[in-house]
């Protein structure tokens, strides 16, 4: 298949391909995402085709509006109003009970789907002429860091899929939260994102978090719950403050062999980089929400250089550092010292 390469100005191609059952990726403000109409069968199972996706990981849809969302939602319950009202267009997926002709690959048999309005242009202009919801789930070959560009896409995905809508850099650069509100009485977040647990329990009180499977064999609620996610081609190490340190990482893993990947603040990488090292900075110390959005950029910049192994620097888990953690953790299989 070829894949072409579209304009935002020529938006049309991407609208007709939509409609013609393919699949085409476009930006929104998280990360790129990899769409296709909603309520149909055949072209959403292209989606899972081109990403060697799970059949059982279920898939976010994209909506255009809030009204447009009770058409896919057998119910919406006042908390889900609340956040709707709070957060939409914005990087906040709602799990709710499904209705309507929503493709039953799409919630890997389930009986919830996940909803979120994006609040990107060209993704809010694809859902309104096409006039169906979005199946969307990020468009990088599963398992991989999700694409922040569309330079990312082609490397993962050319030739497997019908086109790319080129839309610059995203904005966020962390997938959305995803908050479960299939069962008001116990809102739960299933998936750390854009936006916080602090300033959804501000919307809507206490929430639970629940971000992995104690049973394997379960099917997912939520996309990230269950597979390995967002590993570059290099294995990922955490350091640790309380492990063996920068310096000492650093000279284990050359003596070893290991061409060494720092990725972390400028700071850490002052201190600690040489001529021996390859850098990327996630910017200041001080600022979680840069590196959040640098993250997976530099997971991917690192499969370009001689790195063998990337040695990753971790933030406080508040805020959006909770969505970064969660990130860099599954990135590194969980591997600290």
Known sequence: ????????????????LLLEGEVVTFPTETVYGLGADATNEEAVKKIYKAKGRPADNPLIIHVSSIEQAYEYAEEIPKAAQKIMEAFWPGPC?????????????????????????????IALQLIKDTGKPLAAPSANSSGKPSPTSAQHVYRDLNGKIAGIVEGGETGVGLESTVLDLSNPKSPTILRPGGISRNEIEAIIGPVKFNTGLTNQSDTPVAPGMKYTHYSPTEPVIIISEKGI???????????????????????????FGTKETVSFSLGEKSDVVLASKRLFKGLRFFEETEATVILAEPFNKSGIGEAYMNRLEKAAAYSVI
């Open 1 to 16: 298949m070829e894949t072409i390469w579209i304009k935002e100005e020529e938006l049309e191609k991407a609208t007709q």
């Open 93 to 121: 997926t709602i799990v709710l009970k499904k209705k309507g002709p929503i493709a039953q690959t799409v919630t890997a048999g389930l009986g919830t789907v996940g909803i979120r309005m994006p609040n990107h242009p």
């Open 245 to 271: 340190g920068w310096e000492k990482a650093i000279k284990k893993y050359q003596l070893d062999g290991e061409v060494v990947g720092i990725l972390a603040s400028q700071e850490t990488i002052k201190q």
